[in-house]
């Protein structure tokens, strides 16, 4: 009883003296956020024991996504969990709801604009893998009220077919996807699968500067403030996918032999121009 009651009050007096809220952000003391000439909004450095549901939510379904994409997105810890201080979103080859591939897709809760967003992160490998860090708008209010007339922000994509040529893209009315215009720009990452690389947009009232490691690789500018060339007025979120398959992803075929696979993220941090 005496072991129980010291027990109870260590338990207490940890309990008071941590405050609770943020899990996330016990390693902040060890990370350098000076940048110059950004303030710190928001991050995630996937510190905790679990994704923090604050911040993020699932999106699940295995009906293509629009691309013809093949796995079902479950929000199983299965397919996404934090391990090492990283988000890892697992895709795996098996037989569920229909589908013969399970992954993860996570969306922000949050949206920002005029804003600079730096991802760290390792891709998958293999035939047929298809990862991606992305923004969509928060609200769909010009044209068909959907994609692509209210904008798609591109932060990096990869496919598995074409290892290190990394993309940063941006689809909008008049350059998009569906009929050969989106805007792009290419680097190629050799390690890209190997190690971490920081993949960030800096979002200005007039452009958007894509960036690997601090080189910028893609600029879009606002020529006008047609929407169907800048529909980039408004807040966009961001998500974080592991596609299996699909239009791009599965143009070569998918490799059954890479299964599991991970696409891993070190952290996600938000920053606003300073003052
Ligand atoms: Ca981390």
């Not at 934090?82 to 037989?95: R, T, V």
């Not at 708008?137 to 932060?155: A, F, H, K, L, T």
């Amino acid at each position: 009883m005496k072991i129980f009651k010291s027990i109870l009050i260590v338990w207490v007096l940890v309990a008071v003296g941590c405050n609770p809220t943020d899990p996330n952000d016990k390693k902040e003391d060890n990370i350098n956020y000076n940048l110059p000439g950004w303030d710190l909004v928001f991050h995630d450095e996937f510190d905790g024991e679990s994704l923090n549901l604050n911040y993020w939510f699932h999106e699940t379904g295995g009906h293509g996504w629009g691309n013809n994409e093949e796995q079902d997105y479950t929000d199983r810890s299965d397919n996404s969990y934090l391990e090492d201080g990283k988000l890892i979103i697992e895709a795996k080859l098996e037989n569920y709801q229909g589908s013969e591939f399970t992954s993860a897709r996570i969306n922000s809760k949050i949206g920002w604009k005029y804003n600079r967003i730096d991802v760290k992160a390792k891709l998958p490998r293999g035939v047929g893998t298809w990862p991606a860090i992305w923004m969509l708008p928060d609200v769909w209010n010009y044209g068909n009220g959907s994609w692509p007339d209210n904008g798609e922000i591109d932060i990096m994509e990869h496919v598995g077919y074409d290892p290190g040529n990394i993309h940063a893209s941006i689809h909008t009315h008049a350059y998009n996807h569906k009929n050969g215009t989106q805007k792009t720009g290419s680097k190629f990452v050799a390690d890209a699968m190997g190690a971490f690389h920081v993949y960030s947009v800096r979002w200005y009232t007039d452009r958007l500067d894509f960036y690997i490691d601090e080189e910028m690789i893609f600029q879009y500018d606002k020529v006008d403030d047609d929407w169907q060339k800048w529909p980039f007025d408004k807040e966009f979120h961001l998500l974080l996918n592991l596609a299996i398959g699909g239009g791009w992803g599965g143009a070569k075929g998918i490799d059954k032999t890479i299964f599991p696979v991970k696409f891993e993220i070190d952290y996600v941090r938000v920053f606003e121009p300073a003052g």
